[in-house]
């Protein structure tokens, strides 16, 4: 199993580009997760999903747009990047069926906006 | 709301040290506890968790026991290595509505073992 990926690990963006940030894992996990980590501010939730065609808004959604069309993938997209959303991201999934929701991460995506 | 409050770093100690590392959550019900590493250049991955309160979570020689009086889950090591010069987060799990994939986090704290 690969388990959580990513795509890409770098992007540099200029002020107003779109983007689309990948994640896909392999575990037939239900929930999925988006996280921005901020210096100082620990792991911040941006959106989740609690199985294919379900979303919700997490702490911090605005300026991201998500979809899970199927239960293996669930993109995070930038409409228009501001330098606030310069930041690391992660992505990850959980299955409501282990004992405790233990979440497996991804290696992250360094995001650069200038 | 749910929070998590963790002692800030960065924490630098001697190789065979003791470590502590405080964290304080605030609640409501039984959140499910949690510490979680990342390593330089990697994601997080989950270092021990607890369910419920007197449960002691422990991995890698790492412990902490889920205090529900006091409201916290401090990480112990009795004797650190340069090999755990990590990230280190506590996160809890919400008890209800299905909380499975919206931990909350503290701010981490950087923690650097020098022989």
């Known amino acids: 199993n ?7 690990k770098f992007q540099v963006l200029k002020t107003g580009q779109s ?11 239900e929930y999925m997760s988006w996280y921005r980590q901020d210096p100082g501010m620990g792991l911040r939730l941006i959106h989740y999903s609690v199985g294919a065609g379900i979303t919700d808004q997490g702490e911090v959604p605005n300026g991201y747009n998500v979809s899970r069309s199927t239960t293996e993938d669930f993109p995070l997209r930038l409409l228009s990047a ?33 | 709301g749910n929070s998590v409050t963790q002692m800030e770093g960065p924490v630098t100690l001697s190789e065979e040290a003791f470590l502590t590392i405080n964290c304080t959550y605030t609640a ?6 949690f510490w979680y590493v990342q390593y330089p250049g990697e994601g997080l ?26 409201t916290s889950f401090h990480l112990e090591k009795g004797s650190v290595q340069v090999s755990d010069s990590a990230v280190y987060f506590c996160a809890l799990n919400p008890s209800w509505g299905g909380g499975g994939n919206k931990l909350t986090f503290g701010t981490g704290t950087q923690l650097k073992v020098e022989l």
């Open chain 1, 2 to 8: 690969a388990g959580v990926t990513q795509t890409p």
């Open chain 1, 82 to 114: 501001a330098p606030s959303q310069t930041s690391v991201y992660f992505c990850a999934s959980s299955s409501p069926g282990l004992a405790v929701d233990e979440q497996f991460f991804g290696p992250g995506t360094r995001l650069t906006v200038l």
């Open chain 2, 28 to 33: 409501t019900g039984y959140p499910s506890l």
């Open chain 2, 45 to 70: 991955q989950l270092l021990l968790k607890a369910t419920k309160a007197d449960d002691k979570g422990s991995n890698k020689g790492f412990e902490a026991t889920y205090r529900k009086e006091t």
């Open chain 1, 19 to 29: 983007m689309t940030l990948q994640c896909a894992q392999d575990m037939n996990h």
